[in-house]
């Protein structure tokens, strides 16, 4: 086999987790008790760090077949053997096949990113930004509360997607579609629609809310 070839395949641990959804350069902190994968995460502290998280459908009763490679940044060893741990999101990757089920899952994976871009990306970067702001704005009107976007939002119309992407709440289909994604166009489009969607029912619940309270 090729080096090339032999870089971009190779076996890694898996973790699936239910209704999760894993993006590259983003944390994802667990709690590991399970003894299956206690022994995973003793044998990954021996070697790179490394392990890759596939969102388990739980009504589907399936394993997603894109996940997100995660490397240990930080863990703390717990009584009983459990473990505290704070990963950080890597590359992504498709699983060719399992290569083992026992004691914990192996797969052989590919890695795989987005294509070049065919266009400026940065214009629908900023219209999600502004989209954000917007709705950030209203969630904070409509509870009263302070809400302000992170001041370390990132710039890069890739890893915005990404961030975008691992901030939507309680919708694990919609994020695995976006981490499924080749294209940043196409995630950055499919995003801005639905922060338009969640902006359109804040205000109009805002304005409800101004109506009631005049």
Excluded at 9 to 20: A, G, H, Q, T
Excluded at 84 to 89: A, F, H, M, N
């Amino acid at each position: 086999m090729a080096s090339s070839s032999s870089i971009a395949v190779r076996e890694l641990p898996l973790f699936p987790l239910p209704d999760v959804v894993l993006f590259p350069s983003r944390p994802l902190p667990l709690h590991i008790f399970e003894f299956r994968y206690r022994i995973m995460m003793n044998t990954i502290l021996e070697s790179d760090r490394r392990f890759g998280v596939l969102m388990f459908d739980p009504v589907q009763g399936q394993i997603a077949a894109v996940g997100c490679c995660a490397e240990i940044i930080h863990f703390q060893r717990l009584p009983d053997d459990r473990m505290k741990i704070l990963t950080l999101g890597q590359q992504r990757f498709r699983v060719l096949e399992y290569v083992r089920e026992k004691p914990y899952r192996v797969g052989l994976v590919e890695w795989i990113e987005d294509r070049p871009p065919s266009q400026d990306l940065r214009p629908m970067a900023i219209e999600v930004k502004q989209l954000l702001q917007d709705v950030v704005h209203l969630s904070a009107k409509l509870t009263d509360q302070k809400i302000e976007l992170p001041e370390d939002l990132p710039n890069l119309p890739v890893e915005l997607s990404y961030w975008v992407a691992s901030n939507l709440y309680g919708v694990a289909v919609e994020q695995q579609m976006l981490l499924e994604m080749q294209d940043t166009v196409t995630r950055l489009k499919r995003e801005s629609e639905i922060l338009t969607s969640t902006r359109n029912h804040l205000a109009a619940r805002t304005a409800l809310k101004d109506v009631l309270h005049e």
